[in-house]
């Protein structure tokens, strides 16, 4: 929706996106019901939220008060429960834990700084190349061994690191861009 509206500056688009954003949240309360179960699904339902709405603000989209207001605190409640949540298990961890990261990072990057959201953003930025060393193989591939977790892995770690970068919150990347190259 956000690039429909990009290329064709049609109003319609725009509102249809935040409109959807807004029934989501009034149909799915935090924490309640099956699309608050897996954090992954909350991590990636919030970065895409920011995008789309990066998106639409770039190509011209305005916004209203009430809807900011509406999308900050969901946005808060998605970082808040990711945070609560994150997962990763010491018999072994996968890319649900990246997403979590990378979903946990486009919040901090998106939401105003507090406390909250820097303590978020740092713990990202700390993990995310750590989890990348962990879950890439010095050769590159993505100990899953599977193509489709490979690629879902190294687009949730490229993002989450370009948003990071993005947000001045500097990594230690000694040793990750290799193993996503």
Not at 33 to 56: K, S
Not at 132 to 152: A, I, K, M, T
Not at 160 to 172: F, Q, W
Request: charged letters at 20%; a negative charge.
């Amino acid at each position: 929706l956000a690039h429909a509206f990009a290329l064709t500056r049609d109003e319609a688009w725009g509102r249809e996106t935040r409109n959807q954003i807004l029934d989501f949240i009034a149909q799915n309360p935090p924490r309640f019901g099956v699309n608050w179960r897996c954090a992954m699904d909350v991590a990636i339902r919030a970065a895409n939220w920011v995008l789309a709405f990066e998106l639409l603000r770039a190509a011209g989209f305005a916004f209203d008060v009430p809807f900011l207001d509406v999308f900050k605190a969901s946005l808060l409640d998605h970082g808040r429960y990711i945070a609560a949540n994150l997962e990763r298990y010491p018999e072994g961890r996968g890319n649900h834990y990246l997403a979590d990261l990378a979903g946990l990072a486009f919040v901090a990057a998106w939401l105003p700084r507090t406390a909250e959201t820097d303590a978020w953003r740092a713990f990202a930025a700390r993990e995310i190349p750590a989890e990348v060393l962990h879950q890439f193989n010095p050769d590159g591939s993505n100990f899953e061994s599977s193509v489709c977790y490979h690629r879902l892995a190294a687009e949730l770690a490229a993002f989450a690191l370009a948003v990071l970068a993005g947000s001045g919150a500097g990594s230690d990347l000694s040793g990750v861009a290799p193993r996503l190259a």
